[in-house]
């Protein structure tokens, strides 16, 4: 029975990180507000009265650039 559990542990872990190595983190998009010119660095839209300025980045300052892959 022990033999049994292990082997259902090491498939649910080996599943666990076959999943993981195929998600990416989401990119970070400069916004720019309508009102003042504020600028905010997210990873999504902050709501009404916000409008994209550049993106998509890869780091939460909006620094370092990133190319999306096909299908996002």
Known sequence: ???RVAI????CLLTIWAVRSFAAPAPWYLWQSRV???TLC???PPGEGWQL????F???RCTRPTVLPEGR
């Open 8 to 11: 259902a542990i090491l498939a």
């Open 1 to 3: 029975m022990f033999i």
């Open 42 to 44: 997210l990873q999504y």
């Open 58 to 60: 890869r780091d939460a």
């Open 36 to 38: 003042d010119g504020h």
């Open 53 to 56: 300025a550049a993106g998509p």
